[in-house]
C-alpha cells in the first residue's frame, strides 16, 4: 500500500542541530520547509558516515537507510511491510543510492521508485565505485539523474541541488512566508510534484525555478565536471 | 613555550600527511574527509576512520578464515568482501589497500589460491602500516588541540 508522502512539519528546527528521532529503527530527522530533505541509501556504514556528512555541510536534512528494502519501506512503497507508525509525510526530495548492495541493488530500487505513480517524480542518482558505461547507461535510461562515481565528493553534492525538487534557495524571504502560508496541502490528490504546484499558486512574483522533474526531459544545466556523458539537453531558465 | 608547540605539532602532522601522500598511502579523498571536519563535527575523520578499522579486521578476518580453510572454495565470497574492502577503503582515501584489494580481487577471480594467500598477506601488512600512521596522525592532532587549548584557555 502507498502512502502519500508529501506534507512537510512547520515547526521550526534548529537547523545546525537537527534532533534525530527513532521510528521505526530509522534515524528520522524533523523536516522543515527551509533545507531539502534527502534519502541516503548504501550498505557500507563508512560512506553512509561519509554521505551524511557531505549532504548535512551542503544544507541537507538527510536520512541514510542501509539497504533498498529500507528505503522503500521508509518511503511507505514496500509491499510486504508497511509501517503501522506514520511518517507523517516526510517528504524526500531526492533520493541517493549506491549501486551494488545485496539483496536489492540500486538499480533495482531506482526502478521501483520510477514505476510509483507517487514517488517517479523524485530525483534519483545512482552512485557506484565501478565507472562502467554500460551500467551507466542502463542507469539513466531507466530515470535516473544523475552517476556519481565514488568516492563521492563535496563538488558532486553540490550539484544535487541542480536536481532539486524545491527551488528554496531561489525563493525570496516574502516567497517564503507565502509558501510556508499556502502550504498545508488540502488537493484530493496529492503528489510528490504538488510542492512545486503550491508555490506557483502563491502569488508570488518569482515564478519557480524549477517544474517538477519529468523522467523524459529533466531541467539541469550540464555540471561541468560531471564524469559520466551527459544525455540530457541543457534547458534555458 | 606552547605557542611553539602548536606551530611545532602542526608541521608534524603535516610533515606525516606529506609523507602518507608521497608513499601513496593516502589520497586526495582523504584531505576531502578533513574537509568535511569543522566545530559541529569536530571528529569526524577519526569517527569515520574508526569505523573503518572495525569494518576492515572483521573483513580481513573473513578473508584469512576463508582462505585457511583446506576445503575452501568459495571465491565469489572472497569477492563480495573485496569490493566491500575496496569501497570503504576508496571511501577514505587509502589508496594503497585499495590497490592491493584489486590484485587480490584479479588472483580471486582466476581462483588462483596461492596468488590469494600472497595478497591477502600484503593487504594485512599495508593496513597494519596505514593503521599505525593514522593513530600517529590522530595523535598529534589531539596533542595539538591540547597545546592550543592551554595557550588560549578564554578563547572562543
Do not use: W
Not at chain 1, 563538488?155 to 525538487?165: G, I, P, S, T
Not at chain 2, 578533513?34 to 572483521?58: A, G, M, R, T
Amino acid at each position: 500500500m502507498e502512502r502519500n508522502v508529501v506534507v512537510s512539519r512547520r515547526r521550526k528546527t534548529d537547523t545546525t542541530a537537527a534532533t534525530a528521532a527513532k521510528i521505526d529503527g530509522f534515524d528520522v530527522l524533523p523536516a522543515d520547509s527551509e533545507e531539502a530533505h534527502v534519502l541516503a541509501v548504501d550498505d557500507s556504514l563508512v560512506d553512509r558516515k561519509v554521505i551524511e556528512r557531505l549532504l548535512k555541510i551542503s544544507s541537507f536534512k538527510v536520512t541514510a537507510v542501509d539497504s533498498g528494502r529500507r528505503a522503500l519501506q521508509f518511503l511507505g512503497l514496500d509491499e510486504e511491510k508497511t509501517s503501522s507508525v506514520g511518517f507523517d509525510g516526510l517528504k524526500v526530495d531526492l533520493i541517493i543510492t549506491d549501486y551494488c548492495m545485496p539483496g536489492m541493488t540500486g538499480y533495482e530500487l531506482l526502478k521501483k521508485i520510477k514505476e510509483s505513480s507517487n514517488f517517479r517524480e523524485i530525483p534519483v542518482v545512482i552512485m557506484s565505485s565501478e565507472n562502467i558505461l554500460t551500467r551507466i547507461d542502463r542507469c539513466l535510461e531507466e530515470g535516473a539523474e544523475d552517476f556519481i562515481v565514488k568516492p563521492v565528493k563535496l563538488a558532486d553534492v553540490k550539484r544535487l541541488k541542480d536536481y532539486m525538487m524545491r527551488e528554496v534557495r531561489i525563493e525570496s524571504e516574502s516567497n517564503m512566508n507565502k509558501r510556508k502560508s499556502c502550504c498545508d496541502l488540502t488537493e484530493s490528490e496529492p503528489s510528490i510534484s504538488s510542492s512545486s504546484s503550491s508555490s506557483s499558486s502563491s502569488s508570488s512574483s518569482e515564478s519557480p525555478l524549477r517544474a517538477p522533474i519529468s523522467s523524459s526531459a529533466p531541467s539541469s544545466p550540464t555540471p561541468l565536471d560531471s564524469p559520466i556523458r551527459r544525455l540530457k539537453m541543457t534547458p534555458t531558465e | 613555550m606552547l605557542g611553539l608547540g602548536v606551530d611545532r605539532l602542526r608541521a608534524d602532522m603535516n610533515r606525516l600527511l606529506a609523507l602518507l601522500f608521497h608513499q601513496g598511502v593516502l589520497d586526495e579523498q582523504f584531505l576531502q574527509l578533513q574537509q568535511l571536519q569543522d566545530e559541529s563535527s569536530p571528529n569526524f575523520v577519526s569517527e569515520v576512520v574508526n569505523i573503518y578499522f572495525h569494518e576492515s579486521e572483521k573483513l580481513l578476518r573473513n578473508l584469512r578464515g576463508l582462505l585457511m580453510d583446506k576445503e575452501f572454495s568459495d571465491y565469489k565470497k572472497i569477492g563480495i568482501h573485496l569490493n566491500q574492502f575496496m569501497g570503504s577503503s576508496s571511501s577514505i582515501g587509502a589508496k594503497r589497500v585499495r590497490n592491493v584489494c584489486v590484485a587480490f580481487r584479479a588472483a580471486s577471480e582466476q581462483n588462483n589460491r596461492a596468488g590469494c594467500l600472497r595478497a591477502l598477506e600484503l593487504l594485512e601488512h599495508e593496513y597494519c602500516y596505514l593503521k599505525n600512521k593514522l593513530h600517529e596522525l590522530f595523535h598529534i592532532e589531539q596533542q595539538r588541540v591540547l597545546a592550543a587549548g592551554v595557550r588560549y584557555p578564554m578563547q572562543h
